[in-house]
């Protein structure tokens, strides 16, 4: 038995409820694959009959415009999963994930998988709940494209993300780590140029200021919203 395997795939929000016996019988299943960096994991429009859960490292999913542009739907890291929509539906891949570093990932084929489904709702719900937040990320990324400029796009983009991943401090400012200028871009549909021009005068602004530690920033985030608001 994969010991650790199991140990892993416990810290995986979608299987924390699931007792030792069922991690085991999970780690059965799962085979461990080591990805470089750089590489594609999922083709979009590949059949899908797997899901895949991160174990370390960390990717980006994404898909492109009608202009050949890549458009980045999403990044995900340790814990998270993918292949989902096509494991439920039996669809070809929606979008094309690819390896950000060195990554780790448990890899899941859908026939062994529907069992535990069908046994435990509760891992099912999680799934689909998962699945209904992604996809409504995406719908409100796509109306920003369509409706806001870039720095408005950027704007609600940031306090997302500061809402999601970090916690104000005392002064109620967001301590985060944001994307790098390019796959800022790459998710806001811009330029790199574009991207750092409107994060050089939110910092001139005060609005964004370097954090304690490097790639750290501290986001003013009622700043922001109050700008989202005036529009």
Sequence with gaps: MNMNMIAMLQK????SELNETELSSIATLASSIEVKKKNIIVQEFD???????ILKGEVKVST?????????LALL?????FGEMSLLDKEPRSATVTT?????????RRRDLLPLLMERPAITL??????CSRLRRTSRLLERI???DVPHRLYA???DHCQRFSHPDHQGRFSTILPTHQLLADQLCTSRETISRAISMLKKEAILQQGESRGNMSVDVQALEERLEDM
């Design 12 to 15: 995986v929000p979608l299987f």
């Design 47 to 53: 059949p899908g009959e797997s899901i895949y859960i």
């Design 64 to 72: 492109y415009s009608i202009d050949g542009r890549e458009v980045v």
């Design 77 to 81: 890291s340790k814990g998270s999963f």
């Design 100 to 108: 950000m570093s060195n990554t780790t990932i448990a890899h899941i």
């Design 126 to 131: 999680k799934l689909m709940t998962e699945t």
């Design 146 to 148: 369509s409706s806001m």
């Design 157 to 159: 983009y940031i306090v």
